[in-house]
């Protein structure tokens, strides 16, 4: 009998000792677990301001479908309603960069608050009106008078019409003077001008017009100086969204229909698409020609290269 039990504790103490053992190797296992999450370094930040228009798609895409935090940056994307808040964004420092135009960076080159471009995105500005243009010598047309969409507005129809042009800034506004039969047609970026479609008003696209984008990304010299590793991360990760956008269209329908507040659900298969590029900027051509343009319009020269305001470093491959 004591030699039994002399066994049997025999057996204990070696159990005991082979659990013992297997103790610390998982508290060790568990240490370098947590001690491997310290040493992760965050990923870089970047906060971008976009704007309520069709342009905003590949960006949005590109966050639904993690390609930022793949290509090693933390993108936060700002919606902005209304383009002073996106500015004062801006100039506050709250956001890295944003969402704007050729006529606005331009503008912005000659003042204590410059920015540089380093993206073209893709917009489209179609015309609404109360009925056919056609058989017209003159029209009555909304826009707003020192911005692209004065532009567009000329290429649209000075080569046929004469244009009494009523500079009406607010988006809203511009489209209740069109819809109460006060103007015969505005300018109005998509989805909006399907939203206007749905309340009556005919859609005028103008394929082609302009030759090349007029809306671009734009970010602080602060941003490009301390964050260019992630801006490029940022570039990057755009060109692959743009390729799924390219195959398959509807995905730029469904996630703008995602983000845009209070867009009608009878607006997602009406909303006219532009063809989504590649990571791209306007040539110095076309770039030296929206500056004599917002020359005549602002009554100010514009001394500047092209390369003071556009920085392609990111969109090379």
Not at 287 to 301: F, M
């Amino acid at each position: 009998m004591r030699n039994r039990i002399i066994a049997i504790l025999c057996i204990l103490t070696t159990v005991l000792a082979l659990a013992g053992c297997n103790k610390p190797k998982t508290e060790t296992s568990a240490n370098t677990t947590i001690e491997e999450s310290i040493r992760t370094e965050p990923l870089p930040t970047l906060k971008v301001g976009m704007m309520s228009a069709v342009d905003s798609a590949p960006f949005y895409h590109a966050l639904q479908e993690g390609y930022f935090t793949q290509e090693g940056v933390d993108v936060e994307l700002i919606l902005f309603t209304n383009g002073q808040n996106r500015q004062t964004a801006l100039q506050t420092g709250q956001v890295d960069g944003a969402m704007t135009d050729l006529v606005a960076l331009i503008t912005q080159t000659d003042s204590d608050f410059a920015l540089t471009g380093t993206l073209s995105t893709d917009g489209d500005f179609p015309l609404l009106a109360t009925g056919p243009l056609d058989g017209k010598k003159s029209v009555s047309a909304g826009t707003m008078e020192i911005s692209v969409t004065n532009y567009l507005l000329e290429q649209y129809l000075a080569p046929k019409y004469e244009i009494e042009k009523v500079f009406i800034n607010e988006i809203p506004a511009r489209l209740e003077a069109v819809v109460s039969g006060q103007l015969d047609t505005g300018i109005f970026p998509e989805p909006f001008a399907s939203i206007g479609a749905l309340r009556g008003l005919e859609k005028i696209v103008f394929e082609g017009i302009p030759s090349e984008s007029l809306n671009i990304i734009a970010f602080t010299k602060s941003a490009i100086a301390e964050k260019e590793s992630a801006i490029r991360s940022f570039h990057i990760a755009y060109g692959r969204a743009v390729a799924d956008l390219q195959r398959n269209p509807e995905l730029a329908r469904d996630v703008l229909m995602k983000v845009i507040p209070n867009l009608p659900p009878a607006v997602r298969d009406t909303m006219h698409l532009p063809e989504y590029h590649a990571p791209r900027l306007p040539s110095d051509g076309f770039t030296k020609e929206i500056i004599a343009w917002t020359g005549t319009v602002t009554g100010r020269e514009y001394i500047l290269e092209p390369s003071a305001m556009l920085d392609p470093r990111f969109v090379r491959q």
